[in-house]
């Protein structure tokens, strides 16, 4: 038996289901979160500030019996850069690759228009594909919070209140995704979780934790390319380049005397160290890339895939 034979023969039977489930909802309504409670571990980085997400993610849940393939997305907004335009683009793509959508909405908050800017997607295309409303942040309402404008948005297949910060409400919601999927095998090996590398996941984390620790527009200004990632024995040696579109972002960046970069640093590298349990040493620089939001070159270069839905 080949290696391969002996990854993917582990015990699967004939009514094994398996598919994709695209994870959508407007910015910060909590679909990261909901995909790193859902695996029991951080995949996708999460902050309190809209538009985290920039890329397509996918997120394994593998039990006996299914193999869920969650693709976590962008929020779905208005866009006004071309980074905006592909994060949506995104979005909407993985819209046609999914057997399930999830749609995720913030109950705490009445629909906004970019979720009627959603319910309007959904109900122009009209998908096949059975929609399963997830209304999350149960935890930020009392039980008496009229919940109708939310169910009114769209036709929906099943809906569930869910807490993703307190893992509250998954457990149900897995068991109605799963009988929704067709019968198929395992994709995945059961140990896999996602399939982004590692020089991906240190970008994230400390992009991460730039978003964490600034405010107004420099979240969304930021880009991080790993120039160097090598592991030696225990140590593993990161070179960041920290890219902002203008020479003031980049004085905020560095902050009064270094203390900014400092901090991003500091907080980055526990980050890593935690997620890629090794030793890690950080070194980060910050340049300037004029209106890189619209330089398509560059944010292929920093990995945004633009052949991703190109033919429509
Ligand atoms: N109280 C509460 N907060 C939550 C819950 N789920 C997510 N959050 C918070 O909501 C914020 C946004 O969470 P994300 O998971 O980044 O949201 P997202 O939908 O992925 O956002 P984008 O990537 O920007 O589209 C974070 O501050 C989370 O901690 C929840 O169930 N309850
Ligand atoms: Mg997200």
Redesign the pocket.
């Known amino acids: 038996m080949s290696d391969l034979d002996s990854i993917f023969s582990d015990d699967w039977g004939e009514d094994h289901r398996s598919g994709m489930v695209a994870v959508i909802?407007r910015?910060?309504?909590?679909?990261?979160?909901?995909i790193n409670a859902i695996l029991g571990q951080k995949i996708?980085i999460?902050?309190?500030k809209?538009?985290?997400?920039r890329q397509r993610q996918l997120g394994i849940h593998t039990a006996e019996e299914a193999q869920i393939i969650f693709i976590?997305t962008?929020?779905i907004h208005d866009p006004h850069t071309k980074l905006g335009d592909y994060m949506v683009r995104v979005a909407y793509d993985a819209l046609r690759d999914a057997d399930v959508i999830l749609w995720?909405l913030d109950v705490s908050q009445p629909p906004n228009d970019e979720d009627k800017q959603i319910s309007k997607l959904l109900k122009d295309s009209s998908p096949k594909t059975p929609i399963i409303l997830v209304l999350?942040?149960?935890?930020?309402i009392n039980n008496t919070r009229d919940k109708d404008e939310h169910m009114g948005l769209v036709a929906y297949h099943e809906i569930f209140e869910?807490?993703?910060?307190?893992k509250k409400g998954i457990d149900a919601l897995l068991s109605a995704i799963r009988l929704l999927l067709p019968l198929g095998p395992r994709y995945y090996p059961a140990e896999q979780v996602s399939e982004t590398n590692l020089r991906f996941i240190a970008a994230e984390m400390i992009r991460e934790q730039i978003i964490n620790l600034t405010t107004e527009e420099i979240p969304y200004t930021v880009a991080v390319e790993i120039n160097r990632f090598k592991e030696k024995d225990d140590l593993i040696v990161i070179e960041a380049f920290i890219y902002v579109e203008r020479d003031s972002q980049k004085g905020i960046i560095i902050g009064k005397k270094g203390s900014m970069i400092k901090q991003i640093g500091i907080d980055a590298r526990a980050a890593l160290e935690k997620i890629l349990d090794k030793q890690v040493h950080l070194e980060t620089r910050v340049k300037v890339l004029k209106n890189w939001r619209t330089n398509e070159q560059f944010m292929k270069r920093v990995g945004y895939d633009f052949s991703r839905g190109k033919d429509d």
């Open positions: 909802g910015p910060n309504v909590g679909k990261s979160t909901l996708a999460v902050t309190n809209p538009q985290t997400t976590d962008p929020g995720i999350n942040k149960v935890d930020l869910v807490s993703a910060k307190d």
